[in-house]
């Protein structure tokens, strides 16, 4: 029920002034609210301008690490290993043989009374990001003697974290003794340099990429020789050999 808001008489329910004081009844309205629903927002995924924002960002990321490891400082390791032995009453030497990349030499020349002698010398480079590697080869080295025949068995593998690698393999055999050698490679030159009276059982001379060569001179070969490369030239040269 209404009442007039100045003198406080009740007041009819249509009434539009009071009866008493004469003052107009005010009327209330509820106001109306209207809601506009908001327009979507639009994906992040399919904005070409954020995609090639992104993109440039990566490129820009990639590049500079590129530039980083092309300016990185290289540490340089000197390599200069030797294996050797000297047992007495050998009379024949089974030498096999096995690289990576390494340039591989042998010649017959005895050398203080040795059987043989593997010498290693060159350098390895690596940028500092080159991983934990502290030799650019590794090498295993198996040697074994039974009724008078040395047998050598030796594996030199390439430190994957050296970029640079200049390494040579020189082994000297001595001419004295008979000989058997096996010298396989994935990607060096091999080369034997027989100018010493020898004998050979047998001789295999591989490389999957490089050069092969032999010269043989003043030298019995009593067995099969093999010189073989998959992607080089073989260079075989003999005077007064006996087969």
């Known amino acids: 029920m209404p009442y007039c808001h100045r003198c406080g008489t009740k007041l009819d329910e249509d009434a539009h002034f009071c009866q008493k004081c004469g003052t107009a009844v005010a009327t209330y309205v509820s106001p109306v609210v209207t809601f506009t629903p908001a327009a979507p927002a639009k994906p992040v995924r399919n904005d070409p301008v954020i995609i090639g924002a992104i993109a440039l960002i990566a490129l820009l990321v990639v590049g500079v690490v590129v530039v980083a490891l092309l300016a990185a400082p290289f540490s340089t390791v000197n390599i200069d290993q030797t294996y050797q032995d000297n047992t007495t009453n050998i009379n024949k030497l089974n030498l096999n043989v096995q690289t990576d990349g390494t340039k591989v030499n042998?010649?017959?020349?005895?050398?203080?009374?040795?059987?043989?002698?593997?010498?290693?010398?060159?350098?390895?480079?690596?940028?500092?990001?080159?991983?934990?590697?502290?030799?650019p080869i590794q090498v295993t080295f198996y040697n074994d003697t039974v009724n008078n025949v040395l047998t050598v068995t030796t594996k030199i593998t390439e430190s994957t974290?050296?970029?640079?690698?200049?390494?040579?393999?020189?082994?000297?055999?001595?001419?004295?003794?008979?000989?058997?050698?096996?010298?396989?490679?994935?990607?060096?030159?091999?080369?034997?340099?027989?100018?010493?009276?020898?004998?050979?059982?047998?001789?295999?001379?591989?490389?999957?990429?490089?050069?092969?060569?032999?010269?043989?001179?003043?030298?019995?070969?009593?067995?099969?020789?093999?010189?073989?490369?998959?992607?080089?030239?073989?260079?075989?040269?003999m005077s007064q050999v006996k087969v």
């Open 106 to 135: 042998v010649i017959t020349q005895n050398v203080n009374n040795n059987n043989f002698i593997i010498t290693l010398k060159g350098t390895g480079s690596k940028s500092n990001f080159g991983g934990s590697s502290d030799s």
């Open 161 to 237: 974290s050296f970029s640079r690698l200049n390494l040579d393999c020189n082994i000297y055999v001595n001419p004295a003794l008979k000989l058997n050698l096996n010298v396989t490679s994935q990607a060096g030159q091999v080369s034997l340099t027989a100018d010493k009276p020898a004998t050979f059982e047998s001789l295999n001379l591989q490389t999957s990429a490089g050069t092969v060569e032999a010269n043989l001179q003043n030298v019995t070969v009593a067995g099969n020789v093999t010189l073989k490369t998959q992607a080089g030239s073989v260079d075989f040269r």
